[in-house]
């Protein structure tokens, strides 16, 4: 770059400048770390391919896998192109380096048996409180598509049980939502409130879901924590994955949830282009087109993408004719 201002002093221009655009911030950790990096080598000149390969290569990343290499290069393209309108012979990386990093796999969709037995061994764990806490957890998951972090981050004064609503905040993508609650999960939640605040201190601010043991009783539950307590269940289980992940996730309980809508929907001959929105603002995507994913990113859903692919050739058949 140039010796007289060092490359972090344009990553953080740059990331002021994004923010007041309205875009999030999500590769600012990546876009920082190759600053320092490219400071700490005391540059000079243009940014080539060579060095940024180096730097997503480099030791601290912990990694020898080809994908985070090219997620981390993906990070800089932005940047990179930003920076050009004070350096044009600046490089920018493409996707052919690496491979790329924007395919997503195929999630373990769960069959309604399989979400009953994770309830079942949830319920089991001991001692009561924590069973109830896992239970109601996983199930309000696989009602509602919540990310756990949502669920986990809900605080009690966000369960609104009379309106049968969550307030979700300030979440991925910095946006809030509205959740409503089908009867049946409201009434599981109202369970779930009275055994806790029998079995807990009750405070004006508390979390909804809460840890069991030592220091956490009656604080927010941890995200590792609760991935562990998954872990084990599901090897208990013995599920075997229909995805293509290493091994069924929690995460895949949201898949799920979209999944089983949106079949829902064709069984009931919902029209699913003019229900997508809708779907898309109840879990909270950024964009739409993350939602219609599925019809082509799960084979489970194919089939619907196929079944509107023959209606409109059909129709277009038809007009021609």
Request: hydrophobic share 50%; no cysteine; charged share 20%.
């Given at each position: 770059m140039s010796t007289s201002v060092p490359l972090q002093d344009y990553a953080e221009r740059y990331l002021v400048e994004r923010h007041q655009l309205g875009y999030g911030l999500g590769n600012r950790y990546a876009i920082r770390s190759f600053a320092r990096y490219v400071d700490g080598l005391d540059h000079e000149g243009p940014l080539t391919v060579e060095l940024m390969v180096s730097w997503a290569q480099c030791a601290k990343t912990n990694s020898d896998n080809p994908?985070?290499?090219?997620?981390?290069?993906?990070?800089?393209?932005p940047f990179v192109r930003w920076l050009k309108q004070y350096e044009p012979r600046h490089d920018v990386p493409d996707d052919t380096l690496f491979g790329r990093v924007d395919r997503r796999l195929a999630p373990h969709i769960y069959s309604e048996q399989e979400i009953i037995d994770l309830?079942?061994?949830?319920?089991?764990?001991?001692?009561?409180?924590?069973?109830?806490?896992?239970?109601?957890?996983?199930?309000?998951?696989?009602?509602?598509?919540?990310?756990?972090?949502e669920a986990v981050h809900l605080m009690d004064a966000d369960v609104d049980l009379k309106a049968g609503l969550l307030f979700v905040r300030q979440t991925k993508f910095a946006k809030s939502r509205q959740v409503p609650l089908h009867p049946s999960t409201t009434k599981a939640l109202r369970r779930y409130r009275e055994l806790r605040n029998r079995q807990v201190e009750v405070a004006e601010e508390m979390p909804f879901f809460v840890g069991t043991r030592g220091q956490r009783r009656g604080y927010t539950l941890g995200l590792r924590q609760v991935r562990r307590v998954f872990i084990t269940l599901r090897e208990q289980l013995g599920w075997i994955n229909r995805g293509a992940h290493a091994a069924p996730r929690i995460h895949d309980l949201r898949h799920t949830f979209v999944v089983r809508r949106i079949l829902l929907w064709q069984a009931q001959g919902v029209d699913v282009d003019q229900a997508m929105l809708s779907l898309s603002t109840y879990v909270g995507h950024a964009k739409i087109t993350n939602t219609y994913w599925y019809l082509t990113g799960v084979p489970d859903l194919m089939a619907v993408a196929a079944a509107q692919f023959e209606a409109i050739a059909s129709r277009l058949e038809v007009h021609h004719g």
């Open positions: 994908t985070t290499w090219a997620r981390r290069l993906k990070a800089l393209r309830l079942m061994a949830a319920r089991r764990l001991h001692p009561v409180l924590r069973g109830a806490t896992y239970e109601t957890l996983f199930g309000l998951l696989a009602a509602t598509g919540l990310r756990v972090s």
